[in-house]
């Protein structure tokens, strides 16, 4: 199995290899917000929002309403950590497929010029290496999308949760 992921990693050439080395990288920050978010670190820091929030026995004054804002603004710089990163990353995927496009078409038409067009055999490794790329990226960017997109859904309810959570009234 190995053997058939590298065998195909070249077909697709170097530039496969950068999709692959983003897409690691994309999928480990989305799974360490998945984990932050269903295994306890938000939790954690909600309850910790909140108990600030509580302990305080006056909240309706000006001062306590900025009290309010920072506490809401320090969890969402927690909840939102990464999320732009993760963004940034789906939308270099389909970029590098493209830019795998250029480089096999650049390949074909080296071909092309070096035997005249009259070597098939040699320009489908050309049209191996812009095909196999760009349908990386895309299928690479299409699954960040669909984590991304169920991530923000999650930061944007638990935006609104802990501010619903943490009322002025006693």
């Not at 897409?23 to 978010?37: A, D, K, S």
């Not at 939102?80 to 830019?99: D, F, H, K, R």
Request: contains cysteine.
């Amino acid at each position: 199995m190995f053997e058939t992921i590298l065998a195909f990693m070249d077909k697709g050439g170097n530039v496969l290899w950068v999709i692959a080395t983003l897409v690691l990288f994309m999928w480990t920050l989305i799974i360490e917000r998945f984990i932050y978010f269903y295994l306890g670190g938000w939790s954690t820091d909600r309850s910790a929002a909140i108990d600030a929030w509580e302990s305080r026995a006056e909240r309706g004054s000006w001062n306590a309403k900025q009290i309010r804002r920072k506490l809401l603004s320090e969890a969402r710089d927690f909840i939102n950590e990464n999320m732009s990163l993760i963004a940034t990353c789906v939308a270099l995927c389909p970029l590098l497929g493209l830019l795998g496009t250029v480089t096999g078409m650049i390949e074909v038409f080296n071909v092309m010029a070096v035997t005249g067009g009259g070597d098939a055999k040699s320009m489908a490794g050309g049209v191996q290496r812009s095909t196999i790329p760009t349908m990386a990226g895309m299928v690479a960017a299409l699954s960040g999308l669909f984590a991304n997109t169920a991530l923000q859904r999650i930061t944007s309810r638990e935006e609104h949760l802990l501010e619903d959570q943490m009322t002025s009234d006693h």
